[in-house]
T-cell receptor
Framework: EAGVAQSPRYKIIEKRQSVAFWCNPI?????LYWYQQILGQGPKLLIQ????????DSQLPKDRFSAERLKGVDSTLKIQPAKLEDSAVYLC??????????????FGPGTRLTVL | KQEVTQIPAALSVPEGENLVLNCSFT??????LQWFRQDPGKGLTSLLL?????REQTSGRLNASLDKSSGRSTLYIAASQPGDSATYLC??????????FGPGTRLSVLP
């Protein structure tokens, strides 16, 4: 079974530029998550999708971050414009069902973003 | 504000030792608690999940316990091996919400 795929693996940009990350979840998984992991901290949930609908985006900085999951499969996360404090690893995860707390989440390798 | 802390931040042990990683959380209203492993450059892998009605879970050399009243969970690793070297994170599942992660404990097992 193929895992969660993410690209790119690394990205370096200057502040005020824009950047986009892509995630392809495990086939058949209804729920998709985007996390931000700052160095030395645990992951923080940015947004959760169930199929192509948003379940939780309470911690997404909506003035600069946006995400979509068209057709309920793969997803993109965009930052525009980037700030220095956005430097982090962005993790994508997926789970089979809709009960996020009990479902096993499968994580991708992450995209490491450096904002200069 | 929900807080999850982990002590120690880093730990180095010789191969073969038994060790305990600690996780503490505020707010005893917990749905479940999960332990993850994170290898450098990789995502997280779920190790054990303890429901709020349970006191412990075991998988191989790993045993996780949950004490809701004291707001603590421990991950016990028996007979540690160099392959156990990784960062271990605990995550508290809250009713009606998602997981809140701790900052992790970075474990090094020396051969």
């Amino acid at each position: 079974e193929a895992g969660v795929a993410q690209s790119p693996r690394y990205k370096i940009i200057e502040k005020r530029q824009s950047v986009a990350f892509w995630c392809n979840p495990i086939s058949g998984h209804a729920t998709l998550y985007w996390y931000q992991q700052i160095l030395g901290q645990g992951p923080k949930l940015l947004i959760q999708f169930q199929n192509n609908g948003v379940v939780d985006d309470s911690q997404l900085p909506k003035d600069r971050f946006s995400a979509e999951r068209l057709k309920g499969v793969d997803s993109t996360l965009k930052i525009q414009p980037a700030k220095l404090e956005d430097s982090a690893v962005y993790l994508c995860a997926s789970s089979l069902g809709r009960t996020s707390l009990s479902d096993t989440q499968y994580f991708g390798p992450g995209t490491r973003l450096t904002v200069l | 504000k929900q807080e999850v802390t982990q002590i120690p931040a880093a730990l180095s042990v010789p191969e073969g030792e038994n060790l305990v990683l600690n996780c503490s959380f505020t707010d005893s209203a917990i749905y479940n608690l999960q332990w993850f492993r994170q290898d450098p450059g990789k995502g997280l892998t779920s190790l054990l999940l303890i429901q709020s009605s349970q006191r412990e879970q075991t998988s191989g050399r790993l045993n996780a316990s949950l004490d809701k009243s004291s707001g603590r969970s421990t991950l016990y690793i028996a007979a540690s091996q160099p392959g156990d070297s990784a960062t271990y994170l605990c995550a508290k599942g809250n009713y009606g919400q998602n997981f809140v992660f701790g900052p992790g404990t970075r474990l090094s097992v020396l051969p």
